[in-house]
């Protein structure tokens, strides 16, 4: 793009600044929450001494199973994750290179774009019965299967768009030299592409850590999740808002860590998904 | 696409053959893993919420009772108040808040891409609430527009403004979810437009720059429409979540004052679970679900007269 007139520039750098600022002052502002008293909160202190008392409260007090919410959370990100990544994956290679007749491909990626599009609080009742019928209500492993599957279609569509991108020179090459099947995919196929792979980790990993509607059906006070957590947090009669704040700003520390560590491939699987 | 076996094959038989049965063999294990969830766990509740929207299904001591009523339960969708305030609040709400981030979004894209510097840092910081959890965004901005000690009224109060109950006013609740929904989303439209910007050929820009074309011009004649199979991705895109919208709903008001902010996830969600009105719940989300393929197959058409290729 041109460079533009000094005015120009120093409009928009101002105006991106201003955005920057409408982004930031609530993150900050809550996180800051977790760090008041309620006293201080409710008085809109603009200095204050910080205090740890919310944090402990919220870690550390037997009445409060953060700590277990904060764990569950996490098994069921990790797991469901791993099991949607390698599904999607592997289903990836096959519909794409595997010789799949077009109409099982279309027929598969079609079905998954709708699926992307149902609203999953109208699938949860039917988990739930579901779950009950085979004795998985209200545990992680039932959670874990929802998120894989709430997850499997954005993820194979992402999976397609870098499979495509396998040279197909490589792949017969390796083909001549002997490799097939399983060996070929395993020692050709997936190092090419692991920057694909680590993006789609990345998405499937946030998604599952922000779900809230399923898990809200399918869990109960041993194996609520975090967002599970918050919602119930604001739902009590009497909010202990500074409390709150600070289970909201711990919740949002895995964001802040991969948006530290994997900016590049979050960006990489939204604008990869979405535009090709 | 590439097809197998023919290409590439092996010197001896023996071993083309061996390689065909490995590719066989594979060619179904790769696929089974991602075709079971979606069989078992994607598209065996969708039949289980078709069967069950033609019965009423009551519980009494754990155990459940279902009587068939046929269609009763879809004809008493058109005449559901909750319903039908939760088509028109999700409409306004996915249209204004949609467009209002297609807009924003666009332009802080503009911005970002005409910058020397910062860029990586703006983005960082523009891409933040795409990765907050929909639900913490609910309890963040509870907090923020808070009648007694929000942030939002304290701001008010510094140039004289009286505390104004943002979420508790009918007239301001749907309004403040939908402005609520411009802060999280206007960054993913942004990060989407970006991608489309920085990929737009450069040469174009230059050529019109040397034909004297203003600034202004060049982003009507040759920006947007280069832009425009991006812009309506990206819209269809958020659309779709926008009808979904759930869980900041039901933090911020939890569908009021009165039906205020009802929105139809929302309606589905009280029918089915609040009520236990399980037969009539599945009605409602069947239907739903059948009016979101109609839109699948609206944005796809789309998108096909939109791709020059």
């Not at chain 2, 109609?294 to 058409?301: D, E, G, I, Q, W």
């Amino acid at each position: 793009m041109s460079p533009a007139a000094p005015t120009a520039r120093i409009a928009g750098y101002g105006t991106l600044v201003v955005a920057a600022a409408i982004v930031l002052v609530p993150v900050v502002w809550i996180i800051a929450g977790g760090f008041r008293t309620q006293i201080s909160l409710l008085m809109g202190e603009v200095l204050f001494r910080p205090i740890l008392a919310n944090f402990r409260e919220v870690l550390l007090s037997s009445a409060s199973d953060f700590l277990l919410n904060y764990r569950n959370s996490m098994i069921v990100g990790v797991a469901s994750t791993a099991l949607c990544v390698s599904a999607a994956t592997l289903a990836a290679w096959s519909l794409e290179r595997l010789g799949w007749s077009p109409w099982v491909k279309h027929l598969f990626l079609g079905w998954a774009l709708l699926f992307q599009m149902i609203p999953p609080i109208a699938l949860a009742g039917a988990w739930f019965t579901m779950a009950r019928t085979v004795g998985l209500e209200n545990t992680l492993t039932g959670l874990v299967l929802a998120h894989a599957t709430l997850n499997l279609p954005m993820a194979v569509w992402l999976m397609t768009v870098f499979v495509r991108d396998v040279p197909n020179e490589l792949v017969e090459a390796a083909r001549i030299d002997g490799a097939s099947g399983s060996k070929l995919f395993f020692s050709i196929v997936l190092p090419i592409i692991t920057p694909g792979l680590a993006a789609t980790t990345v998405l499937c990993f946030v998604f599952s850590w922000n779900e809230f509607s399923a898990a809200l059906n399918l869990t109960n006070k041993a194996s609520a999740t975090v967002p599970v957590a918050i919602a119930k947090f604001a739902q009590d009669y009497e909010i202990q808002y500074t409390q709150m704040a600070a289970s909201a700003a711990l919740s949002i520390v895995p964001a802040l860590v991969l948006l530290l560590i994997g900016q590049r491939y979050i960006v990489r699987g939204l604008t990869n998904g979405a535009l090709k | 696409m590439t097809t197998l076996g023919a290409v590439g094959a092996p010197t001896t038989p023996a071993r083309a053959k061996r390689a065909a049965d490995d590719d066989r063999l594979w060619r179904w294990t790769s696929f089974g893993p991602a075709l079971l969830l979606t069989l078992a766990i994607g598209t065996l509740p969708l039949l289980n919420l078709f069967v069950t929207s033609f019965f009423t299904v009551s519980w009494s001591g754990g155990r459940s009772t279902w009587t068939p009523v046929g269609l009763a339960n879809y004809a008493q969708l058109p005449s559901d108040p909750l319903l039908q305030a939760g088509i028109t609040n999700t409409t306004i709400f996915a249209f204004s808040a949609v467009v209002s981030q297609m807009v924003l979004g666009f332009l802080l894209a503009l911005l970002v891409s005409r910058i020397p510097r910062g860029q990586i840092l703006f983005r960082a910081i523009f891409i933040l609430p795409i990765l907050i959890p929909g639900i913490v965004i609910g309890a963040i901005w509870q907090l923020l527009l808070n009648l007694d000690f929000g942030l939002v009224n304290q701001l008010l109060g510094l140039v004289g403004l009286g505390p104004h109950d943002w979420l508790g006013d009918p007239r301001t609740a749907l309004l403040s979810v939908i402005v609520v929904d411009i802060w999280h989303w206007t960054p993913f439209c942004f990060l989407l437009l970006l991608a489309g910007i920085e990929s737009l050929p450069e040469d174009v820009f230059e050529a019109s720059k040397m034909d004297g074309a203003s600034a202004l011009q060049e982003l009507w004649n040759i920006t947007l429409p280069l832009m425009l199979p991006t812009i309506l991705v990206t819209l269809a895109f958020r659309l779709v979540l926008a009808f979904k919208v759930f869980d900041e709903v039901f933090l911020l008001t939890g569908g009021g004052p009165g039906t205020a902010t009802e929105v139809i996830s929302f309606t589905i969600y009280q029918r089915f679970f609040s009520e236990d009105r399980v037969g009539y719940g599945s009605a409602m989300s069947v239907v739903v679900i059948f009016v979101i393929s109609l839109l699948l197959v609206l944005a796809l058409s789309s998108r096909r007269w939109a791709t020059p290729r």
